[in-house]
């Protein structure tokens, strides 16, 4: 299995001197693979010149890959000018900037659930994800659905019932038993079985609901049983990412170490 990190989650400094300190502490912990998501405050693909340049720059003088891109892609209703921007702006201007940047996978997520909503939308969504996917595979991309809370995509029946009708293999899935929690407050044991065959990607995030609401806590000191997960995926043979989003709320700057010695500790 390989330890990746999100740069916004290593160090709370979005200003162009925090790439230096993110890969640093990475790097001395042994971490050089790295998920992009926000980096100097602003999400892919819309990172200012400067900053690409930066984070072209300094992936060489660190020695940092990068795995899968995301833009946060379909994060929007279902019906509405946003994800017409979604699939006719964002999709392409992020796999422009990923080929550029030598990724070649893609999250995306379950659009967001409204009041207006109907189970018959669900066809509407399979054809709009389908859609995504096979243009990106067309450009050699794969595509991997994150679970979200008060999306399409929030509890275990639900992402399995989008895997199933997207149905490519080139679609796979980003497990991330934070947000399953968060979404049905069952331990990981209910859903992975049945998702087990889609995964590609896993974030691995701790907590637990106080007063009504997920809090972000360091491995081992919530509920979502990081160690199990491992523990599970090693014994099924997953050999692919496992990336940490280990700020708690406020991010601490002793957060991603200690959640680091953590998991190197389950790896052992």
């Not at 392409?92 to 999250?107: E, F, K, T």
Request: contains cysteine; charged residues 25%.
């Amino acid at each position: 299995m390989q330890v990746t990190a999100v740069t916004n989650e290593v160090y709370p400094d979005a200003t162009p001197a925090g790439l230096d300190k993110i890969f640093t502490r990475a790097t001395e912990a042994g971490v050089s693979l790295f998920e992009l998501r926000i980096v100097e405050g602003k999400r892919f693909p819309y990172f200012d010149a400067d900053a690409y340049e930066r984070l072209i720059a300094k992936s060489k003088a660190y020695g940092i890959t990068y795995s899968a891109a995301s833009p946060g892609l379909f994060k929007a209703p279902l019906r509405g000018e946003i994800m017409e921007l979604h699939r006719n702006h964002l999709l392409p201007m992020s796999m422009d900037l990923a080929d550029a940047m030598g990724i070649n996978a893609l999250i995306l997520f379950g659009p967001s659930r409204r009041p207006d909503d109907s189970e018959g939308d669900f066809n509407q969504i399979v054809d709009l994800i389908g859609a995504a996917v096979d243009t990106a595979a067309a450009r050699g991309f794969t595509v991997q659905l994150e679970n979200l809370p008060g999306s399409w995509a929030d509890t275990s029946d639900n992402c399995l019932a989008l895997l199933e009708a997207v149905g490519r293999s080139s679609f796979g899935y980003v497990w991330d038993t934070g947000n399953l929690y968060e979404a049905e407050q069952q331990h990981f044991r209910a859903g992975y079985n049945k998702l087990k065959p889609y995964i590609r990607n896993v974030h691995l995030k701790d907590g637990r609901i106080i007063d009504g609401k997920m809090v972000w806590q360091r491995y081992g000191e919530g509920v979502t049983d990081v160690k199990g997960q491992v523990e599970a995926l090693r014994a099924d043979g997953y050999t692919g990412t496992l990336v940490m989003e280990a700020a708690c709320q406020p991010h601490h700057l002793d957060d991603f170490p200690t959640s680091v010695k953590y998991l190197q500790s389950v790896l052992a």
